[in-house]
């Protein structure tokens, strides 16, 4: 595997159902970012981790709860969601103190909530 | 706190042509990156191309170019020779910094190319 990789692809989830996404990166990065891409809107950043520690809480609601085990996996857990945030989750990781510190991105998970 | 426009939600371009996509920045920082990223139908977004806000000279990688005019605040993304596979969504995204090393990204709000044969 190479790059950014998140599983699943897909995801459709009841309101009461408990989940969680996972994002793994082969990069050798210390950065990992989650973010929400919804139709028509920009992507927002939800989440910032740094050597493992969370660096950054975009005024995420709790039911959006992140984990950081170690540099190269990040894990999104969902519980009792709304159908707004049926969206494209997308994981991106970097290498800050590199000149563009550009963010690479994973394919994304394809989430709908009924 | 920082904000980007791209004020084209949609462009037709034919094939071989060049194409300028705009973006315009607004922040109160000296010191900030411009990012700009390609996302196909598939989803994943693709870093194209960097400019950090005290280089002198115009970033480029391949056919791509950023146009970047410090005093009025835009980074436009120049694509030549445009290509059928160039046909995607284009974001223009400025980078910030968290206060922990890593730095988040605000992004546009897009523009969808179509190239034409």
């Known amino acids: 595997e190479t790059g950014v990789t998140q599983t699943p692809r897909h995801l459709v989830m009841g309101m009461t159902n408990k989940k969680s996404l996972k994002c793994e990166q082969h990069l050798g990065h210390n950065a990992m970012y989650w973010y929400k891409q919804s139709a028509k809107k920009p992507l927002e950043l939800m989440f910032v981790y740094n050597f493992k520690e969370q660096t950054e809480n975009n005024s995420v609601p709790s039911r959006f709860s992140p984990e950081c085990p170690n540099s190269s996996h990040l894990f999104l857990h969902l519980h009792t969601l709304q159908p707004e945030d049926s969206a494209l989750y997308l994981c991106a990781s970097s290498q800050p103190g590199t000149s563009g510190n550009e963010q690479y991105f994973g394919p994304g998970t394809r989430l709908t909530v009924t | 706190a920082q904000k980007i426009t791209q004020t084209q939600p949609g462009m037709f371009v034919q094939e071989k042509e060049a194409v300028t996509l705009d973006c315009t920045y607004d922040?109160?920082?000296?010191?900030?990156?411009l990012f700009w990223y390609k996302q196909p139908s598939s989803g994943e977004m693709i870093f194209l191309i960097y400019?950090?806000?005290?280089?002198?000279q115009n970033a480029t990688e391949g056919r791509y170019s950023l146009n970047f005019q410090k005093a009025r605040k835009s980074a436009n993304l120049v694509i030549s020779a445009s290509q059928l596979g160039d046909s995607a969504m284009y974001f223009c995204?400025?980078?910030?910094?968290?206060?922990?090393?890593?730095?988040?990204?605000?992004f546009g709000k897009g523009t969808h190319l179509i190239i034409q044969p």
């Open positions: 995204a400025m980078r910030w910094y968290s206060g922990g090393g890593a730095d988040g990204l605000t």
């Open positions: 922040t109160s920082d000296q010191s900030y990156g």
């Open positions: 400019q950090g806000s005290y280089d002198e």
